[in-house]
Nanobody, 123 residues
Framework: QVQLVESGGGLVQTGGSLRLSCAAS????????MGWFRQAPGKEREFVAG????????SYADSVKGRFTISTDNAKNMLYLQMNSLKPEDTAVYCC????????????????WGQGTQVTVSS
């Protein structure tokens, strides 16, 4: 089992920054790739970014490339999403997730996920 708990969401103005955090625990979480998904009201859930615990493999949705950075802190069992140059269209509930590979995350698979944290970007 894998437990994931997000934090760090909030309200920010266009052009601002936020850092989301996800605390991972459980016996097997290190065997999974980690990622972030988001879902805006009335829209489907979409992949945002993914990473292996080693940090050697990362992937980003085209809509966030160059603005968002995913990272891990292995010593603290933490996953992060640094979000810069935020836009109103980034407004959504963001969830961290675990799956067998970064490729699986890109394809939308989530074996475990957290409860989500709200990010609101005002115009």
């Amino acid at each position: 089992q894998v437990q994931l708990v997000e934090s760090g969401g909030g309200l920010v103005q266009t052009g601002g920054s936020l850092r989301l955090s996800c605390a991972a625990s459980g016996r097997t979480f290190r065997s999974y790739a980690m990622g972030w998904f988001r879902q805006a009201p009335g829209k489907e859930r979409e992949f945002v970014a993914g990473i292996t615990w080693s940090g050697l493999i990362t992937s980003y949705a085209d809509s966030v490339k160059g603005r968002f950075t995913i990272s891990t802190d292995n010593a603290k069992n933490m996953l992060y999403l640094q979000m810069n140059s935020l836009k109103p269209e980034d407004t959504a509930v963001y969830c961290c997730a675990a799956a067998g590979s970064v490729g699986a995350l890109v394809r939308g698979r989530r074996d475990y996920w957290g409860q989500g944290t709200q990010v609101t970007v005002s115009s």
